[in-house]
C-alpha cells in the first residue's frame, strides 16, 4: 500500500525525530528511508542511513527533553513534500519551528510505498 509523500514526512518527524528508543528509531528509518537518503540540516549533509540516525541521536544530548510536534498539515506535489513543525521543551513546545522538506519516491520492490530519499 502506498503511503502520501504527506504520511511519509509526518511519520519521518514522529517516529524517527522523536524515537528516543534506538531500536525503534532504527526501525522507522529503515522504513521510511531510502538507504543512501540525505539528510540536510544547519550542521552539514548527513548520507545515509546510519549518519541520519547518529544526527538524530545527537540532538537528543544536545537537546534533552526536547520534542517535536506538526504545527500544521503538510502538502506536497509531484514527490515533494513540506510539514511545518515545531520543537522545545515541555513548557515551550514552539521554542523552534521549521519545516521539513523532502522528495520522497516509490520504494524498490513489490509493496511501492513511498521513501525519503
Not at 524517527?16 to 528509518?29: L, P
Not at 540516525?53 to 498539515?73: C, H, K, M
Request: overall charge negative; glycine content about 10%.
Amino acid at each position: 500500500m502506498e503511503q502520501s509523500v504527506e504520511k511519509v514526512i509526518e511519520r519521518n518527524l514522529l517516529e524517527v525525530f522523536n524515537a528516543r528508543d534506538a531500536d525503534s528509531r532504527r526501525a522507522a528509518i529503515d522504513e521510511l528511508w531510502d538507504k543512501d537518503g540525505v539528510f540536510i540540516d544547519p550542521g552539514g549533509v548527513h548520507e545515509g542511513v546510519e549518519k541520519i540516525n547518529a544526527i538524530v541521536q545527537l540532538l537528543f544530548t544536545q537537546f534533552e527533553d526536547y520534542v517535536f510536534s506538526v504545527r500544521g498539515p503538510g502538502q506536497s506535489m509531484h514527490g515533494v513534500g513540506r510539514l511545518p513543525w515545531s520543537y522545545g521543551p515541555p513548557d515551550d513546545p514552539q521554542r523552534m519551528t521549521g519545516t521539513d522538506v523532502a522528495r520522497c519516491a516509490p520504494r524498490r520492490g513489490d509493496d511501492h510505498r513511498s521513501r525519503v530519499r
